[in-house]
Nanobody, 128 residues
């Protein structure tokens, strides 16, 4: 079964950027759709962005459209989330997640949190 490890979180000021990485092991990354989710204190976990197995299909939550970009490098078994123009409301624990490909739509994976495996999470804090 796939194992996921996130990295790249940290403390930044509003307007700055971060790039999160999710490295997969134990299985071939191309067998999975991958998503980034986040959970702020007192709030439900929400889908931020998800990507299909060949990068041709992506989904973004309205709150991050135009600021975040998801990408994957299957050769490196890694999925990235480039986050630009960060805002205080982006503060949360960010989780990488996987769903076997062809078992759902990429958008549904994000919207309905249809997940088979979660990573351990990485904290992103945006504060001045």
């Amino acid at each position: 079964q796939v194992q996921l490890v996130e990295s790249g979180g940290g403390l930044v000021q509003p307007g700055e950027s971060l790039r999160l990485s999710c490295v997969a092991s134990g299985s071939t990354l191309t067998s999975y759709y991958i998503g980034w989710f986040r959970q702020a204190p007192g709030k439900e976990r929400e889908g931020v962005s998800c990507i299909g197995d060949e990068s041709s299909t992506t989904y973004y939550a309205d709150s991050v459209k135009g600021r975040f970009t998801i990408s994957r490098d299957n050769a490196k078994n890694t999925v990235y989330l480039q986050m630009n123009n960060l805002k205080p409301e982006d503060t949360a624990v960010y989780y990488c997640a996987a769903k076997p490909r062809f078992t759902t739509f990429v958008s549904m994976m994000c919207v309905n949190r249809l997940i088979s495996k979660w990573g351990q999470g990485t904290q992103v804090t945006v504060s001045s």
